[in-house]
């Protein structure tokens, strides 16, 4: 994907590339450098990423149990 990683590195997390946070929708990016909602994110910054979907997860209670992104 043009990371810079080989099998076996591991993702710096100091810049978590998770940006959803509490959201109680998923999140579409198509052009992250440009959203104000994240085009200061490091992480998004570190890989060069500029689409970018997320899907909170959440039990039945509501809680949420992660993301998918």
């Known amino acids: 994907a043009g990371f ?7 993702l ?4 978590p590339l998770s940006i959803v946070g509490g959201a109680v ?6 052009h992250a450098s440009a959203d104000p909602r ?3 994110h490091p992480g998004l910054a570190l890989y060069g990423i500029e689409s ?3 899907v909170p997860v959440r039990r039945r209670d509501g809680e949420l149990f992660g ?3």
């Open 12 to 15: 710096d997390l100091s810049t």
């Open 67 to 69: 993301t998918l992104c």
């Open 52 to 54: 970018y979907v997320a």
């Open 4 to 10: 810079g990683l080989r099998p076996g590195d591991e």
């Open 25 to 30: 929708a998923p999140l579409r990016i198509s």
């Open 38 to 40: 994240v085009g200061d």
